[in-house]
């Protein structure tokens, strides 16, 4: 039981301590006149993404690496068919004509780019698979592409004059950054943990808890975000909360990982990254579908619909090893 608590609180710790660390820091970094561009850009991007990293941080350094993969894969898998499709249902989602045809894209090529990595098997002709420490550095190297990126369309498009950082002291905003980290590093710690103490107790396996508990719990912070913006119709910071997200996880957060330690991929976990990519291509595709460039209410039924599938699938093939 105690377990099921620090699993819980953990989640709890994780994102709190993210929302008060991108709140400290963002204050902080406007106390010196950064602009709010580079704050979203790194603070309030890196912020969301936090969850997963400190997550997948303990999970590497412990060696633990089934929860390192199935987190990731876990969260895109969720970040597409659960979150997308929620917000989609509380309200259709129009998506910009550059996150059709190059986000989406580029969080295609990032899963696939992770298919090939980790197929050593099929490619080398080796005895196992896995993302060594040259494929985090390239993953990395992608992720620096990525952010080159986005600072010059975010360049080109101007800086945002709506800025709702709040004035704080110095003190308060370096106080609130450290004791975001320090809730995100026990958050993470009592995550890790308690999901493999729990795995080890009704006896499944690692990955399937980083693929489902784990994955939609480091995922509640874009559901919450998303969710918001569906409801108050601010649908472009919908989906694009839910791609940059997706591609965060693959170059920086595996990358991060993969560096720590190698991460050997079995079979099972591949069908997994088939999975992602079907995800991705599905939301693609959807694009195309109906509405142009709209995600409408029964695309997003649909896709709740395929999460709960994908759910099932996994557990059924967990009760039949």
């Not at 068919?81 to 894209?105: D, H, M, N, R």
């Not at 369309?153 to 101007?158: Q, R, T």
């Amino acid at each position: 039981m105690v377990e099921y608590i620090l699993l819980v609180a953990g989640f709890v710790l994780l994102i709190k301590g993210a929302d008060v660390l991108v709140d400290g820091a963002s204050s902080f970094a406007k106390k010196f006149g950064i602009s709010s561009l580079v704050i979203g850009l790194t603070i309030v991007a890196f912020g969301t993404s936090a969850p997963e990293l400190i997550v997948n941080l303990f999970a590497s350094i412990q060696g633990n690496t089934d929860i390192a993969i199935g987190n990731i894969l876990g969260s895109n898998i969720a970040n597409i068919l659960l979150i997308l499709g929620i917000s989609a249902v509380i309200y259709p989602l129009a998506i910009q004509k550059g996150t059709v045809f190059k986000e989406i894209p580029l969080s295609l090529l990032a899963i696939i780019v992770v298919a090939i990595m980790a197929n050593d098997i099929l490619v080398d002709n080796r005895s196992f698979s896995e993302l060594t420490r040259i494929d985090g550095l390239v993953l990395i190297s992608f992720f620096i592409i990525f952010l080159y990126y986005t600072f010059g369309i975010s360049k080109a498009e101007g800086e945002n004059t709506s800025n709702n950082i709040k004035d704080r002291s110095i003190i308060k905003s370096v106080l609130m950054a450290i004791g975001g980290l320090i809730a995100l590093t026990i958050g993470g710690k009592w995550v890790v943990d308690s999901a493999m103490e729990i795995a080890l107790n009704i006896g499944i396996s690692q990955a399937v808890i980083g693929l489902t508990v784990v994955a939609i719990g480091t995922s509640l912070p874009e559901l919450a975000t998303s969710a918001v913006a569906a409801y108050k119709k601010n649908t472009d910071i919908a989906v694009g909360n839910i791609v940059g997200s997706n591609i965060f996880n693959i170059f920086w957060i595996l990358g991060i990982s993969a560096i720590i330690n190698p991460l050997p991929f079995s079979s099972l976990l591949m069908r997994d990254v088939i999975a992602t990519v079907i995800a991705t291509v599905l939301l693609f595709l959807f694009m195309f579908v109906g509405k142009r460039h709209h995600l409408e209410r029964w695309q997003g039924f649909a896709f709740i619909l395929v999460y709960i599938i994908y759910i099932s699938v996994i557990v059924y093939r967990e009760l039949t090893i």
